[in-house]
């Protein structure tokens, strides 16, 4: 494979210095994820209710009158609120188990692959949910998981955001802090980072790496 369609090289470096940062839906995946997860949790009709209620934010969302944030937070107090956490993850297993095996998107799957065969730490980073976004990092055998985190209370989801939504900025803070952690703040001893992603939300995380691929090519900031 050519440099232009394989961006893994790093001969002369040890491995564990190199990490490799995936957003997911739609780099990793053909389409949202979040979406079809709530259909299988809640079934249709009850997520056209959901969505009918949250009309209203979602609407003002598209017209950029409120923040990402800020409808996705209306949107998932709605659906998950006061669930069960073991109920969620029986229907989030099977949701990785059937649904998204038909939802991989190959040249990102690819350079997963070929990241952890030449022995990287690899990473996904996107604003999906942890109710199946950690059984997704199991089933990829990623290193981490750094997604929008939802509360739990007695063993029941509150709805509520435990972190912020893991888009845009909050990609680059978040990554930054497991970066830390793994590697310490100081800048020398700092990995060779290859982020993938494919919307202006994952610009951020991008512009952070040594080689950024945005859309199955090759993405440098402007």
């Known amino acids: 494979m050519s440099e232009a369609v394989n961006p893994i090289a790093d001969k002369g470096k040890a491995t564990q210095?190199?990490?490799?940062?995936?957003?997911?839906?739609?780099?990793?995946?053909r389409r949202d994820t979040l979406l079809p997860f709530l259909r299988r949790l809640l079934g249709g009709p009850t997520l056209l209710w959901v969505l009918f209620i949250c009309s209203p934010w979602l609407a003002a969302y598209v017209l950029r009158l409120i923040s990402n944030h800020r409808a996705k937070a209306v949107l998932l107090q709605a659906a998950l609120a006061g669930r069960r956490v073991a109920e969620v993850e029986r229907y989030a297993q099977a949701f990785v188990r059937e649904y998204l095996p038909q939802q991989w998107r190959p040249w990102g799957l690819q350079q997963l692959v070929q990241h952890q065969q030449a022995g990287h730490r690899c990473v996904l980073v996107t604003a999906s949910t942890s109710p199946y976004m950690h059984l997704v990092g199991a089933s990829l055998g990623v290193d981490a998981v750094l997604c929008t985190e939802m509360e739990v209370v007695d063993g029941r989801y509150t709805g509520r955001m435990a972190t912020a939504n893991c888009h845009g900025e909050e990609k680059v803070e978040r990554l930054k802090a497991w970066l830390t952690q793994i590697y310490g703040p100081a800048p020398d001893h700092q990995p060779t980072l290859h982020a993938y992603g494919d919307t202006k939300g994952d610009w951020p995380m991008l512009r952070m790496a040594q080689q950024a691929w945005y859309r199955e090519k090759p993405w440098k900031a402007n």
């Open 17 to 29: 210095s190199v990490v490799a940062a995936f957003d997911f839906d739609g780099t990793l995946t």
